[in-house]
């Protein structure tokens, strides 16, 4: 048992870890990565139902998909090139950072190596059967092995874009134009985007975003 | 859970594909006999792969959705000559974006797309609205911001 202790006292810890999106916007009231992991659960099973996924796949992925950052710290895109001084860091906020190919490929890998790192640190305690199934819920998320694995890659990042529609109606940042030009290259599910759609119409409804 | 529709696939992510589905058969059959196969222990191999060795569920889980995967496969292939110059499916694109930024979509089927890599899919938006267009040509995608991507360049391998 106390393997068990010791790992649930660590997951614990991803309440009280903002998420890095909403620190490096300077946001009030910064979600935990545990309150996105609760959202995103929700989304999955409730959304998952709709194309008849595999439920109880996708919700213990969806609950396991970022344990890897209480050792690997959370990212963003905005990562490697964020300035220190703030008035930099804010013009840089309303644009979408591109990079080379090159880069691109750099920066998933190192992503990568360092969350697959992160969460068998967390797991290597735990008995073998349990072990292999987290990695391979993980694996499955980070590949796009199965639909669960697919579909939860866009429920996942869906989550985060209500956040950050949910942020703007009420602080006015973040800039949602950045988050506009990532949307419309990275989500292709027909529900996902009927969702986005409706997400549109609910939170720009009497006022658009311009920025 | 399977999905009943057709996967388009670049010859490369295919081979990739039905290198795994041999694979991962050889390993159920040497399973059930209680052995390893002997390709389970080249160093080429995905090490992905290793996820499934000691997990049949997922083995099985994986074996089914490869063979639906390979079942329902169309090829992306190069067009001809005199439509090379429009944007189609397997076309790496040049864009300039808004009149400022500049980048590179490959654009691909879903389930080949890694935007985080610039390889998007054919049934994303901004993928959606390239295809059909040319060199020079300016494609707006718009709701809730317009956003213009003038197309700078189109390449196929």
Redesign the interface.
Known sequence: MKELVDFFNNIGKLKGMPRRGWVINDLKNKESIAEHTFRAALMAWILGRKK???IERIIKMALIHDLCEIYAGDTT?YDSVLPKNKKKRQRLMK??P?FS?KE??A??REKYIKEKKGLEKLIAKLS?DIK??I??LW??YE??????G?FFRQTDRVETFLQSMEYWKKYKKPP??PW???A???????LV?EFI?AM?KKF?KKK???V | MTEEKQFYLTAKKLKELKKEYDVLKALRVAKTKGEVPSTWESEDLNPEYLSFQEDLNFLETRIEELSNILKNVAIIKSPVKNKRDTVGLGAKVSVEIDGQDKDQFMIVGTLEANPSLGIISNESPVGKALLGFRKGDEVSVSSPIETVYKIKKIEYS
Do not use: A, V
Not at chain 1, 143 to 148: A, D, Q, R, V, Y
Not at chain 1, 184 to 190: A, C, G, N, W
């Open positions: 008849n996924l595999n895109p644009t979408w591109r190919e691109r490929k920066i998933s073998p292999k199934e990695k391979n694996l499955d590949k796009g092995l199965s639909p669960e697919r949602q134009k506009w030009l990532w419309r290259e990275f989500f292709d599910d027909p985007l759609e549109d720009h658009k975003p311009r």
